[in-house]
């Protein structure tokens, strides 16, 4: 079985990298990454060296590379997981999440079709996506099913949307073996600091202020990026092809909710007073178009395939606040670009 992961050097692609890598020794796993300023070989140190994994610099726009890659590798499984990923930078450049996000899938679609065409026995197309697709919550009631109509409104969730709408066109009009996932928002180790968290964290460390959007009165649904992982791992393998799975914990928190339990974690680790952290939150002009509220209905996979997330949030939250107060190197390093350019003199770009 030779599966390739793109975006493997990206949050959630290192977490699914490693688990496929170490749950796997039989399997073959390249991890096919353009190394953007989101993609960083740091994440996967500790597997770097497995004799099952490889790593190779690609950019999934590039349509003739990837046809040229499938046809030498003869993948067996795609998990696609590249993407442009942040909403903020969607707005502020919304061609680039065209490019990579829609064209950029379209052209693995392509090169999976072209390599599997006749033989789609034992493949599978598995497409990473979010529960953004589904819009916005407004009034407050319901959750995201499966069958909730797509109703983006950033470029980033629009371009994702559009990217599924792709996937489920290759499976209606060429037959391909697809399956869909919407995940809720994640968090973890390894997350870019430009996502609520991790930013919150730095500049906590720091006493730096914590720039929150609006009235903090948006509600996010967040999911560990392991129990992420995990569940890709679960819906690969017993997933049914043709069909899409929303993964979530049921984990709803208004923006500024959690940035105070944030607040407070940090004051007990850093030995800080109690409501010291609090007093860097900083509100600022809201983001055009931000949704008020996300929450994903997973019911189909906890049923269908027995998963459910391992850990509650406040158990999540302190853990992932350790790993980066024990990270700060890490931390340091991708907010300077430091191993960006260590990375572009070994791989070139
Ligand atoms: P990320 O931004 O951390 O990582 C994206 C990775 O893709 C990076 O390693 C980057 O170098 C790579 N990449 C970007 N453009 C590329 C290109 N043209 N060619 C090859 N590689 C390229 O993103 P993430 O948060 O890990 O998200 C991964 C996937 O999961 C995305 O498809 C995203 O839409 C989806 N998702 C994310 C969340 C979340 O909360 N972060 C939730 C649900 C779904
Ligand atoms: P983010 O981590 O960017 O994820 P997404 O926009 O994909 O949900 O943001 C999570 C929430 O936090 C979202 O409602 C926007 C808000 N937010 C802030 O209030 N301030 C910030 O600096 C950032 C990055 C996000």
């Known amino acids: 079985m030779h599966i390739l992961i793109t975006g493997g050097a ?12 170490n749950s796997y020794p039989e399997y073959r796993i390249t991890n096919l990454d353009k190394l ?16 099952n994994y490889r790593f190779i610099r690609g950019d999934i726009t590039d349509g003739d ?20 990923s942040h ?22 679609l392509n090169a999976a079709r072209a390599i599997w065409k006749d033989a789609y026995e034992g493949k599978l197309f598995y497409h990473v996506s979010t529960d953004e697709v589904y819009g916005s919550l407004e009034g407050g009631g319901g959750m995201f099913t499966e069958t909730t109509p797509y109703d983006p409104h950033s470029p980033y969730s629009a371009s994702k949307a559009s990217s599924d709408h792709f996937v489920r066109s290759w499976r209606d009009t060429y037959g391909l073996p697809v399956v869909i996932s919407n995940c809720s928002n994640n968090y973890g180790a390894f997350q870019f600091p430009e996502k609520l968290i991790p930013l919150f964290i730095n500049n906590i460390r720091n006493e730096e202020p914590l720039p929150v959007y ?6 996010r649904d967040w999911l560990w990026v ?38 407070s974690i940090m004051d007990r680790k850093l030995g800080r ?9 900083a509100y600022v002009t809201d983001r ?62």
């Open 226 to 263: 392991v129990d992420h992982a995990r569940a890709i791992d679960v819906i690969y393998h017993g997933g049914t092809q043709g069909e899409t799975y929303n993964i979530g914990g049921h984990n709803e928190w208004r923006n500024i909710d959690l940035v105070r339990l944030l607040c």
């Open 10 to 21: 990206g949050f959630i692609g290192s977490h699914v990298v490693r688990r496929f890598v």
């Open 36 to 51: 953007t300023y989101a993609g960083n070989l740091e994440n996967l140190r500790d597997i770097e060296s497995r004799n």
């Open 273 to 281: 007073p109690a409501g010291e952290s609090e007093k860097l939150i």
């Open 288 to 349: 055009a178009g931000h949704d008020l509220r996300y929450a994903i209905d997973s019911t189909k996979l906890q049923g269908e395939l027995g998963w459910v997330p391992s850990i509650r949030f406040e158990e999540g939250l302190e853990i992932t606040v350790d790993w980066y107060l024990m990270n700060q190197e890490w931390l340091d390093g991708v907010t300077s670009g430091e191993y960006k350019n260590y990375y572009r003199r070994m791989y070139g770009g």
């Open 87 to 108: 909403v903020d930078r969607s707005i502020a450049n919304p061609t680039e999440f065209v490019m990579t996000n829609v064209v950029g899938t379209v052209n693995l």
């Open 214 to 219: 609006g009235k903090g009165e948006n509600v």
């Open 65 to 84: 590379a990837m046809l040229e890659l499938f046809r030498k590798e003869r993948f067996d499984g795609v998990i696609h997981l590249a993407a442009e």
